[in-house]
């Protein structure tokens, strides 16, 4: 059995930053990407940050949404939660796709067929809109 080219391990580079005192550099959307909701019905960046923004939810509004989403949090760089690191993975695939498969993968030579495929139609290719546009009809979607 072969090892899979790809695993949550891959993943924990900012786990092993903080093990060795190397803080992370990202973008965290707490607060924006999703809420943590307290007993007291406050939203907060997360339950490690509580007090920011410290709005009731339902006066949370759209526009608190779209801001605490972009807002540079201080707390970021040692951050601890995985699953925030999660979320910005995927947040980071679908702004920069290209740069974060590299990141996410081995060298393209070692990747998967199938992986190495996807990724020259939809994000190499000179005819990558083609692709996509043909992907969005076949999935039913009206993006594309």
């Known amino acids: 059995m072969t090892a899979p080219f790809y695993s949550v391990q891959n993943q924990n580079d900012f786990q092993r930053n903080l093990a060795h005192g190397r803080r992370n550099v990202w973008q965290c959307g707490a607060g924006g990407r999703y809420l943590y909701v307290c007993e007291d019905g406050l939203v907060h960046w997360c339950s490690q940050q509580r007090g920011h923004p410290g709005i009731p939810l339902a ?57 190495r495929t996807l990724r020259w139609m939809f994000l190499t290719s000179r005819h990558r809109d083609r692709f996509r546009s043909l992907a969005a009809r076949l999935l039913g979607s009206s993006r594309g």
Do not use: G, I, N, Q
């Open 59 to 115: 006066e949370y509004t759209t526009a608190d949404v779209e801001r605490e989403a972009e807002t540079e949090k201080s707390c970021a760089p040692l951050c601890t939660v995985s699953c925030v690191h999660r979320v910005a993975l995927l947040d980071r695939l679908r702004v920069r796709p290209l740069e974060t498969l590299d990141e996410m993968l081995p060298s393209d030579a070692r990747a998967p067929l199938s992986v």
